[in-house]
């Protein structure tokens, strides 16, 4: 398997427009997670996902912000309208699971963000 | 809100040294796990423990879990220049949640 794998790994966007970040999890992960990774703020958990459903949404910051999962093999985080606060590197992860818990979590490389 | 808080901040040994790590969080767990990041890369899972479990040893990594301080340490033993990244600890507090700290930045110098 090649991992968990994102796109694009960088993208450069005006402040309003709409940005769609993409992640493939690993085949197989019940699991998967979207996290934003700043300086001032570590590595939040923004959403996460069990079998294609999303179960926590409480680290999405506010409504411009909203993510799916389609299918097992796809999920996006779109941003709409972008702001330059928004500007981060993203990553997306998954997770095999076992009896209900995640496990070991596998990173993709990540999104960088910048909104100008 | 961060669950795991990870102490020092920052660490900065020479090559040879051992460097420890520490995490406490706050609610009860499953599992606690750490990972590692190299600067402009993504995590990379090093070893979990089981909240039922008190040590467990992966090569030159040693993570101890005390439950009763909702605490943990990683003990990296003979450390080299090649182990200079950023740590982190990461909680399970329910279901499938993974839950990162703040983390610790390493720098080990040859």
């Known amino acids: 398997d090649a991992g968990v794998i994102q796109s694009p790994r960088h993208e450069v966007t005006e402040m309003g427009q709409e940005v769609t970040l993409r992640c493939k999890p690993i085949?197989?992960?019940?699991?998967l997670f979207w996290y934003r990774q700043t300086m001032m703020r570590g590595l939040e958990l923004l959403i996460y996902?069990?079998?294609?459903?999303?179960?926590?949404d409480s680290g999405m910051p506010e409504d411009r912000f909203s993510a799916k999962m389609p299918n097992a093999s796809f999920s996006t985080l779109k941003i709409q309208p972008s702001e330059p606060r928004d500007s981060a590197v993203y990553f997306c992860?998954?997770?095999?699971?076992?009896?209900?818990?995640?496990?070991?979590?596998?990173f993709g490389q990540g999104t960088r963000l910048t909104v100008v | 809100s961060q669950q795991g808080e990870e102490d020092p901040q920052a660490l900065s040994i020479q090559e040879g040294e051992n460097a420890t790590m520490n995490c406490s969080y706050k609610?009860?767990?499953?599992?606690l796990q750490w990972y590692r990041q190299n600067s402009g890369r993504g995590l990379v899972h090093l070893i979990l423990?089981?909240?039922?479990?008190r040590e467990k040893h992966s090569g030159r990594l040693r993570v101890t879990l005390d439950t009763s301080k909702k605490s943990s340490s990683l003990l990296i033993t003979a450390s080299r220049a090649a182990d200079t990244a950023s740590y982190f600890c990461?909680?399970?507090?329910?279901?499938?949640?993974?839950?990162f700290g703040q983390g610790t930045e390493l720098s080990v110098k040859p």
């Open positions: 423990i089981r909240s039922n479990e």
């Open positions: 085949s197989g992960h019940d699991y």
């Open positions: 996902f069990n079998n294609n459903v999303p179960i926590d």
């Open positions: 609610t009860s767990i499953n599992n």
């Open positions: 990461a909680t399970t507090p329910q279901g499938g949640k993974l839950i």
């Open positions: 992860a998954s997770s095999p699971g076992d009896r209900g818990m995640n496990t070991e979590a596998f």
